[in-house]
Structures are given as structure tokens and as C-alpha cells.
């Protein structure tokens, strides 16, 4: 899978975290790439002008959590029509167990006070 870097500017960052399904682990794994290629893909490609995504295994130091999947959105709505596509697939809850939704903005407290950005 390729990262590429998002046509817009981020308004909203979204950090789901989510956990594998038996179900999901027990596919083969030609299997879940031909599921997420049919099912997973297509939402992603749709909503690409306004919505992207990166993956972060995780399961290999946490236990309530295996991925977490990081959204970045121009704006709130356009983030809201991704999950009411995702919602309608059987990766929202079926496949993966949405665990925890964390919502932030990059920056914000520089940007609120009209300060630098602390980077390292």
C-alpha cells in the first residue's frame, strides 16, 4: 500500500481504534485483501478529495487494540459521509470492533493562541 501525501489540508484528525474479529482473522489472507479491495477500497477512493487514511499495526504491543486507523479530513462532514459509508459494511463492527474514536486537531493550541508549532 502506498501513502501519499493528502490534496488538502486537514481540518480534523481522527484516530479509530480498532480491534480484529475472530471472523476477520480467521480469512486467509488473499482473502481479506480481496475483501478489502472490493469493500474497503472503493469507499476510500470516494472519498479521497476530502478524506485520508493511514494504517498503524499496533497489535504487536497492545492487546485491547490491533490497528489503529488515522483519518485525516477537510472537514468534519466530509469525515461524517466516510463512517456512514463504512457503516454500511461489515468492517464497522463486524470485521473490526471499533473501539475507541479519538478526534483532535494538529496544532490547535498554536493556532488558537497564534504561537509556533513545538516540533522536535
Do not use: C
Not at 480467521?26 to 485483501?33: E, I, K, T
Amino acid at each position: 500500500m502506498t501513502i501519499t501525501q493528502s490534496p488538502f489540508e486537514p481540518t480534523v484528525t481522527v484516530f479509530m481504534l480498532v480491534k480484529t474479529s475472530p471472523e476477520w482473522l480467521g480469512f486467509a489472507v488473499d482473502h481479506r485483501f480481496e475483501l478489502l479491495a472490493k469493500h474497503f477500497t472503493p469507499i476510500l477512493k470516494n472519498h479521497a478529495a476530502n478524506v485520508s487514511l493511514r494504517f498503524f499495526d499496533v497489535e504487536f504491543y497492545s492487546t485491547r487494540v490491533t490497528d489503529i486507523w488515522m483519518w485525516d479530513a477537510a472537514d468534519h462532514h466530509s469525515y461524517q459521509l466516510l463512517v456512514e459509508d463504512l457503516r454500511e459494511t461489515a468492517f464497522w463492527d463486524r470485521y473490526f470492533d471499533i473501539v475507541e474514536i479519538l478526534t483532535g486537531v494538529e496544532n490547535a493550541y498554536a493556532k488558537n493562541y497564534d504561537r509556533p508549532v513545538i516540533t522536535a
